[in-house]
């Protein structure tokens, strides 16, 4: 009975920390960038420029590599968002760059708050 317990309290703490560690920031960064999207959808609807469109798609990625040196070493994630974004038809393309920023910004999070058995620059 006692062994039931503590494996059933083991397997509810791995859960938890699964969440909080990967499905949170990805869910979150998601969100975000899916509300990103609604941003530039709006602003290039009222404008109708596509330049504006590619700036805006490039601005989140930018900033934060902009603003942090360990981002800036892995500029490469933030471009293969962008090509995918770029070079995709219309609904891909949308689900490329939610999905791109989401996996991309998740990471970043990770990076930024390690767990405690992992390299920090991992």
Known sequence: MNTTTETSTRRTGLL???????????????????????????????????????ALVVLPGAVIMGVSARERGRWFEYVLVWIGFFTAVPLYGVVLLIGGYGIVLARAWRRRRPRITEDPEG
């Open 16 to 54: 938890a920390a699964t969440v909080r560690d990967y499905v949170l920031p990805f869910g979150a960064c998601a969100s975000v960038a899916g509300l990103w999207l609604i941003v530039i959808s709006t602003i290039t609807a009222a404008t109708g420029s596509t330049l504006l469109v590619l």
